[in-house]
């Protein structure tokens, strides 16, 4: 009686032990419990000290389990295990193999944007933007950028202007992949890239006081904006397509259709009926720095440079953000100097350095006016004249040093400029601009080299 009662005792721990042990994944906790839990710990223990010495061969099994039976209980999981199947994939010996390998990676992200997608310092726009790298580097030209936009268009929705650079780059690429191959999809793309670059613009606004920082959005955006000018998709051609003058006259009072019409215009370039009826309806809804731009554009197209100028302030009164007031600010040199009003030119050039202290085409324009204006500066002292060119090289190099897209065309007008420079003999007459010392050339400085 008494064993019989000890077999029944220990056959009820026995079920009260099984009963109670339960994985991470069936119980919807980190570790799970009972022995479930101890070998989950120990699974993660293992496979973390296997990996972190690179032997992933050891460390798989270990993994495997963790990762099956208890995916929510360590980022190890999905940090190492990436490490472990960036290894399976190069040990793939065929098609199937390579396919197979890189399937399991690419839901190694997703579980890990599930389970981890709100980690402050890898959420999920970063999982899913490594994901894409990972996928595009391991599938070459054989990439699907259907399955690639399917993955980062609910992360640009979810994040808007707080996605990284670099995904928002990757989400137009790949709407614009897909919308190549199919021309139904142009509208689509039009807008999920005017989505991108609206974004994208939130992140060179937040790296404005970071310049390594802002360098690499703007490779992103430069990327993103070269890609759509070159699409065939969004050129004047098509754009009238989409938005003749019978729809626009139809949406004429329907804010958002012209605001989208208006901005697809604008980076176009285009100048024609339906961009300047659609800019007109607009301005009159609710006036804006794109609209308004659009239509200096139409009456610099008609040669009404008065009402373009008028346009262009009102544009820099609404702008939102820097680069549309250095886009009106650059025009508006253009059309003072056209006007022959160098004094207007310069002071717009140094709005345009107040905004971008970095704009090498800013620099440009006062170095050439700083060369035009040569003579007026000492106009009994033709040395002293040719000193002010000093001033001109000084302005085209730093151009050159901060504006790689400059470069060229200051280098070039360094050469030109040189001629211009004073001879060792002109100075050698003139000791109170030797060498090492200040000239004061109209409120601006220059040491003599």
């Known amino acids: 009686m008494k064993l019989n009662r000890m077999i029944l005792v220990a056959a009820l721990g026995l079920f009260s032990t099984a009963a109670y042990a339960q994985t991470g994944k069936a119980s919807g906790t980190p570790f799970g419990s009972g022995q479930d839990s101890i070998r989950c710990r120990q699974s993660i223990s293992l496979f973390t000290s296997l990996g972190k010495t690179g032997n992933y061969q050891d460390a798989y099994e ?5 990762y099956d039976e208890c995916p929510a209980s360590s980022k190890n999981i999905y940090i190492i295990g990436a490490k472990i199947l960036q290894w399976k994939l190069k040990q793939a010996k065929d098609d199937a193999s390579k396919k197979k390998a890189i399937s399991a990676l690419m839901k190694l992200y997703d579980d890990r944007a599930t389970y981890f997608g709100d980690d402050p310092k890898m959420g999920a726009d970063q999982i899913m933007l490594t994901k894409t790298k990972e996928y595009v580097t391991a599938m070459g030209d054989k990439a699907d950028f259907t399955e690639v936009y399917t993955w980062l268009k609910p992360v640009v929705e979810r ?11 990757y989400f137009a690429y790949a709407s614009r992949a897909v919308a190549l191959r199919d021309k139904s999809k142009a509208e689509q793309y039009i807008k999920d890239y005017l989505d991108a670059a609206e974004y994208v613009e939130a992140s060179v606004e937040a790296t404005a006081n970071n310049p390594e920082a802002r360098k690499a959005v703007e490779t992103f955006k430069n990327g ?32 958002s259709y012209l605001t989208t019409a208006v901005s697809l215009f604008s980076r176009a370039g285009c100048n024609s009926n339906e961009s300047h009826n659609a800019s007109k309806y607009l301005f009159d809804i609710e006036p804006s ?14 040669n009404k440079l008065s009402e373009a100028s008028e346009y262009l302030n009102k544009a820099i009164e609404l702008a939102k953000s820097s680069s549309e007031r250095i886009k009106c600010y650059e025009v ?3 059309l003072s100097m056209k006007q ?12 345009v350095l ?16 700083t060369a035009n204006a040569a003579s007026s500066y000492f106009p009994d002292d033709k040395v002293k004249q040719r000193c002010v060119y000093y001033l001109v090289i000084n302005k085209l190099r730093r151009a050159a040093s901060v504006d790689p897209k400059v470069a060229g065309q200051a280098n070039r007008l360094i050469a030109t400029y040189s001629r211009f420079l004073p001879s060792a003999q002109d100075i050698f007459m003139h000791p109170e601009i030797k060498k090492g010392s200040t000239l004061n050339i109209g409120g601006e400085s220059v040491v003599i080299p």
């Open 289 to 302: 720095a794109t609209a308004a731009m659009q239509l200096a554009g139409a009456a610099i197209e008609g």
């Open 159 to 169: 994040y808007k202007g707080q996605t990284p650079a670099e995904l928002l780059y």
């Open 340 to 351: 022959n009003n160098m004094a207007q030119a310069r002071n717009y050039a140094n709005k």
């Open 62 to 66: 270990h993994w495997k389990r963790a």
């Open 224 to 255: 993103m904006d070269a890609e759509f000018a070159q699409s065939g998709l969004a050129g004047c051609e098509m754009l009238t397509k989409i938005y003749t003058t019978a729809k626009i006259e139809a949406h004429k009072k329907d804010k």
């Open 332 to 334: 508006l040199i253009q």
């Open 354 to 369: 107040a905004e971008n202290p970095n704009s090498g085409q800013a620099l440009i324009v006062l170095a050439q006016m």
